[in-house]
């Protein structure tokens, strides 16, 4: 109960500082800093950060390599869900968790959905030649999503196996944090893109915790 309680609040004050900071990226210290005269919040901060970057391709395709794993993963529990369904043959016999898992992912695209009707900012850089939604940083947000839940659900299947567990646990976390590194440095957001999609992940990933806690904590090992 406690953990569950923890997580919760973990969830809400992340969710907080999320909009805590679409607030001051909407307000304060605006200016058009960016390609085609494209303007953003916090320019001070984004703008060093942005000139001390630079622009790395290299970084970029390493960034979506890692992202493209990350969504490897994601279908991977998907293709347990189907292998489940042929061999039991029947949608109630999936394993529950599944479902929780499942419903989570329909949770971070409505979210990534939404951020690219909503545009708060757009990105430091042309891509294509065009301007595209920046804010927050859809790639750290679904790298951080998916990859934490797939941690947590090998953890728990893993569970005859410490050293299995370790290693799957340890593979996410760095795919994970690794995407997140070489997306900043790549230069392809602005610094506080990518803080606002490690926070909204926070949010998404601590209600989750909490959820599957809630409806298979006494089953977990």
Request: proline share 1%.
């Amino acid at each position: 109960m406690k953990k569950n309680n923890f997580f919760v609040a973990l969830a809400i004050g992340s969710a907080l500082l999320f909009l805590a900071l679409v607030a001051l990226v909407e307000t304060v210290d605006v200016k058009a800093i960016g390609p085609l005269g494209s303007s953003v919040g916090l320019s001070a901060v984004n703008g060093k950060v942005r000139d001390a970057i630079g622009y790395s391709k290299t970084l970029y395709s390493v960034a979506e390599i890692l992202g493209y794993a990350a969504l490897a993963s994601a279908a991977g529990f998907a293709l347990l869900g189907l292998v489940q369904l042929i061999k039991r043959r029947s949608l109630k016999k999936i394993d529950k968790d599944l479902y929780l898992l499942g419903g989570f992912y329909v949770v971070v695209l409505a979210v990534y959905v939404l951020f690219e009707i909503i545009v708060i900012n757009e990105r430091p850089v042309l891509m294509d030649g065009e301007l595209e939604a920046s804010f927050p940083s859809s790639h750290t947000m679904l790298a951080i999503c998916i990859l934490s839940t797939a941690a947590h659900q090998l953890y728990v299947r893993l569970s005859s196996s410490k050293s299995a567990r370790i290693v799957s646990v340890a593979l996410c976390v760095a795919f994970a944090t690794l995407s997140v590194v070489c997306r900043l440095l790549s230069g392809v957001h602005w610094f506080t893109d990518i803080i606002g999609g490690i926070l909204i992940s926070g949010a998404l990933v601590f209600a989750y915790f909490f959820a599957y806690g809630k409806l298979f904590g006494a089953e977990e090992k």
